[in-house]
DNA sequence: GCCGTTTTCGGCCCGACTGTTTTCAGTCG
């Protein structure tokens, strides 16, 4: 039978809910759809594995229907009440659905005026329709939204940048420039990132901006000379534009009695937002980007700073990383929020490369030990380790990748204490390794070469294309080969736009890594950010402990480890749970047991 | 269709903006 993924049933019930939007169904039903989707995609684990588990019922907002519904959709195949309601709506309604601007009632209107019923061609066709202009004389659509919509498909054929979400690292820097331009501004007082890039999500779409400002109309006007292609919507509260890059970019002004409580409101995410609303409703108090009011009211209690806000609901302030509808709330009321990991708390990084050539399969650093451990110094870092990739396989016999791992270990180690002498510090170096774990679960790397290590870093670099359960096994084996094995490195092998992460049973990888004490990495790479912080939720709470490592292949992507940091917080973790917040003497005994 | 520290029934986040409207629906975040 076919198999279906997280994705695909996500899609199905996203379509499920524009059909009932286009046939007026409850609105609470269409909402409830949609929920059950976000909540789907979103699971760390396969939806089929907890059919198979009977535990369905605990995806939030999946209850006794849509349990019944996937129940179906695993025995045969198919929903019969899905596929009963699709059926009333023209295939082609759902590619239309990707144009901005255009949701699921005036889609399916164009659809039904312009009779397009070839879903493969569908936004070409309307495409031509609305040169021929010949949506501007149907019913509520006119000369402006003929323009709008044709200009939008335009835009949406040409920008597939539109369409991707760009990385953490480029988004931040998009906003650095932007920061840089409006500081220049004298209406301007203050200026905030929000949305997903204060969250640190690990990709971003728009990039939002809130700015106080007395005179906010100017403030807008200001915003607005930014080079952009166009103004997508100017108001007095705030205004969107679209840059060069295909990024759109929002502003929101707001005075600064009312400032905290936009900031909250426009850091999202939504799912927090909706489950603080809720919340706050069974106080009988609504909440807006105003501040907060009694239901039934019209008096508005504004909040100029957002801890103010949060207090006031009788919760902690939740750090923009919780923020993700994943019971921050709950935890907020009963003072019970993690105390999160931070950036001063990390005291080395086990994953960095230097350019020492000792003949790998894969790439070298670019830098000198000498080189890394100055920057290691301006990191203020107790310990690093040196994790280079193993010696090819291929083109070294086992004696000879034994004597370059000797060699290796011998220069390095001379290194390290004429650096330290040189310094007068006391950076301690581990000699580590990264090694691959070959596709049948061996260690690229002869057990009488792992005497010349203080301990390695396992990971995967070939043969992604494996089921899930040789996966598991591949990994497990590899975990399991070698007493120095520490760290499983960037665990899903993702590369953000550019590849999903394998399927693997991480339950079982947990558990062997919880039972073995070997570190889960967060890599802190902004093209990997791998665990993923849904993962990293699930492998602390499973009792697993992580490193943060920058995977450094030039010195100064050892700053990169404060994006780690973002992915470790947002998967809630703490001081404690990272194994390079710990102090050399107590990390050792982790490390390298004697 | 989901869900429960006021509820197993009766609620469900909240507001801005736009266009085509003479009071609102659709879309978005």
Same mark, same amino acid.
């Given at each position: 039978?076919?198999?279906?993924?997280?994705?695909?049933?996500?899609?199905?019930?996203?379509?499920?809910?524009a059909a009932?939007?286009?046939?007026?169904?409850?609105?609470?039903?269409?909402?409830?759809?949609?929920?059950?989707?976000?909540?789907?995609?979103?699971?760390?684990?396969?939806v089929?594995?907890?059919?198979?588990?009977?535990?369905?019922?605990?995806?939030?907002?999946v209850?006794?229907?849509?349990?019944?519904?996937?129940?179906?959709?695993?025995?045969?195949?198919?929903?019969?009440?899905?596929?009963?309601?699709?059926?009333?709506?023209?295939?082609?309604?759902?590619?239309?659905?990707?144009?901005?601007?255009?949701?699921?009632?005036?889609?399916?209107?164009?659809v039904?005026e312009?009779?397009?019923?070839?879903?493969?061609?569908?936004?070409?066709?309307?495409?031509?329709?609305?040169?021929?202009?010949?949506?501007?004389?149907?019913?509520?659509?006119?000369?402006?939204?003929?323009?709008?919509?044709?200009?939008?498909i335009?835009?949406?054929?040409?920008?597939?940048?539109?369409?991707?979400?760009?990385?953490?690292?480029?988004?931040?820097?998009?906003?650095?420039?932007?920061?840089?331009?409006?500081?220049?501004?004298?209406?301007?007082?203050?200026?905030?990132?929000?949305?997903?890039?204060r969250?640190?999500?690990?990709?971003?779409?728009?990039?939002?901006?809130?700015?106080?400002?007395?005179?906010?109309?100017?403030?807008?006007?200001?915003?607005?000379?930014?080079?952009?292609?166009?103004?997508?919507?100017?108001?007095p509260?705030?205004?969107?534009?679209?840059?060069?890059?295909?990024?759109?970019?929002?502003?929101r002004?707001?005075?600064?009695?009312?400032?905290?409580?936009?900031?909250?409101?426009?850091?999202?995410?939504?799912?927090?937002?909706?489950?603080?609303?809720?919340?706050?409703?069974?106080?009988?108090?609504?909440?807006?980007?105003?501040?907060?009011?009694?239901?039934?009211?019209?008096?508005?209690?504004?909040?100029?700073?957002?801890?103010? %806000?949060?207090?006031?609901?009788?919760?902690?302030?939740?750090?923009?990383?919780?923020?993700?509808?994943?019971?921050?709330?709950?935890?907020?009321?009963?003072?019970?929020?993690?105390?999160?990991?931070?950036?001063?708390? /990390?005291?080395?990084?086990?994953?960095?490369h230097?350019?020492?050539?000792?003949?790998?399969?894969?790439?070298?650093?670019?830098?000198?030990?000498?080189?890394?451990?100055?920057?290691?110094?301006?990191?203020?870092?107790?310990?690093?380790?040196?994790?280079?990739?193993?010696?090819?396989?291929?083109?070294?016999?086992?004696?000879?990748?034994?004597?370059?791992?000797?060699?290796?270990?011998?220069?390095?180690?001379?290194?390290?204490?004429?650096?330290?002498?040189?310094?007068?510090?006391?950076?301690?170096?581990?000699?580590?390794?990264?090694?691959?774990?070959?596709?049948?679960?061996?260690?690229?790397?002869?057990?009488?070469a792992?005497?010349?290590?203080?301990?390695?870093?396992?990971?995967?670099?070939?043969?992604?294309?494996?089921?899930?359960?040789?996966?598991?096994?591949?990994?497990?084996?590899?975990?399991?080969?070698?007493?120095?094995?520490?760290?499983f490195?960037?665990?899903?092998?993702?590369?953000?736009?550019?590849?999903?992460?394998?399927?693997?049973?991480?339950?079982?990888? %947990?558990?062997?890594?919880?039972?073995?004490?070997?570190?889960?990495?967060?890599?802190?790479?902004?093209?990997?950010?791998?665990?993923?912080?849904?993962?990293?939720?699930?492998?602390?709470?499973?009792?697993?402990?992580?490193? /943060?490592?920058?995977?450094?292949?030039?010195?100064?992507?050892?700053?990169?480890?404060?994006?780690?940091?973002?992915?470790?917080?947002?998967?809630?973790?703490?001081?404690?749970?990272?194994?390079?917040?710990?102090?050399?003497?107590?990390?050792?005994?982790?490390?390298?047991?004697?």
């Amino acid at each position: 039978m076919k198999a279906y993924s997280n994705l695909q049933i996500a899609e199905l019930f996203r379509k499920m809910a524009a059909a009932y939007q286009i046939l007026n169904e409850n609105r609470f039903k269409i909402i409830a759809y949609e929920r059950a989707a976000d909540s789907i995609e979103h699971l760390t684990s396969d939806v089929k594995d907890l059919w198979d588990d009977k535990k369905l019922d605990e995806i939030p907002g999946v209850g006794t229907t849509i349990v019944s519904h996937l129940d179906e959709l695993f025995r045969t195949g198919s929903i019969k009440h899905i596929d009963s309601v699709l059926a009333k709506i023209p295939e082609s309604v759902f590619p239309l659905l990707l144009v901005p601007g255009l949701g699921p009632k005036r889609a399916y209107k164009l659809v039904d005026e312009l009779h397009l019923n070839n879903k493969t061609t569908a936004i070409d066709d309307l495409e031509k329709a609305l040169r021929e202009h010949k949506v501007s004389t149907i019913e509520s659509f006119g000369e402006k939204s003929e323009q709008d919509i044709l200009q939008n498909i335009v835009t949406f054929k040409k920008g597939a940048i539109k369409e991707k979400r760009i990385l953490l690292s480029e988004a931040d820097q998009i906003a650095a420039h932007l920061i840089e331009f409006l500081k220049k501004n004298k209406n301007i007082e203050r200026i905030d990132i929000l949305g997903s890039l204060r969250r640190y999500v690990a990709t971003i779409g728009d990039i939002d901006i809130a700015i106080i400002s007395k005179d906010s109309e100017k403030a807008i006007e200001y915003f607005c000379t930014y080079p952009h292609v166009k103004i997508i919507e100017q108001g007095p509260t705030g205004a969107s534009i679209l840059l060069h890059n295909g990024r759109q970019v929002d502003l929101r002004v707001q005075e600064k009695r009312s400032y905290g409580a936009m900031l909250q409101y426009f850091t999202g995410s939504k799912n927090h937002n909706i489950a603080l609303r809720s919340y706050a409703l069974t106080k009988h108090l609504s909440l807006s980007e105003y501040g907060i009011k009694r239901v039934g009211s019209k008096e508005i209690k504004p909040f100029s700073n957002e801890k103010d %806000f949060y207090e006031y609901l009788g919760m902690d302030y939740i750090p923009p990383e919780l923020r993700e509808g994943r019971g921050e709330v709950d935890h907020a009321i009963k003072h019970e929020l993690p105390a999160l990991v931070e950036l001063a708390d /990390i005291k080395g990084d086990f994953h960095l490369h230097t350019n020492y050539n000792l003949e790998p399969s894969h790439d070298l650093g670019l830098h000198s030990i000498d080189e890394i451990l100055d920057e290691a110094n301006d990191l203020q870092y107790e310990y690093i380790g040196i994790s280079d990739h193993n010696p090819s396989t291929g083109n070294h016999t086992e004696t000879e990748i034994i004597s370059i791992m000797k060699k290796r270990q011998e220069y390095y180690k001379k290194q390290a204490e004429e650096w330290n002498t040189r310094h007068h510090k006391t950076i301690h170096v581990c000699t580590m390794l990264e090694v691959d774990i070959k596709p049948d679960g061996t260690l690229a790397l002869p057990d009488e070469a792992f005497a010349y290590v203080d301990a390695v870093i396992v990971s995967i670099h070939s043969s992604f294309a494996m089921t899930k359960e040789e996966m598991t096994t591949r990994i497990i084996t590899g975990m399991s080969s070698h007493s120095k094995v520490k760290i499983f490195g960037h665990p899903t092998g993702r590369l953000l736009n550019r590849r999903e992460g394998f399927e693997a049973d991480w339950k079982k990888i %947990f558990e062997v890594a919880k039972k073995k004490d070997i570190a889960l990495e967060i890599n802190a790479s902004p093209y990997r950010l791998d665990l993923p912080d849904a993962l990293v939720y699930d492998a602390i709470k499973f009792g697993c402990r992580l490193t /943060i490592d920058s995977d450094a292949h030039q010195k100064e992507d050892m700053n990169m480890m404060k994006y780690g940091i973002s992915v470790g917080r947002r998967g809630w973790a703490e001081k404690r749970d990272i194994y390079n917040t710990y102090s050399y003497n107590e990390m050792k005994k982790w490390l390298m047991p004697k």
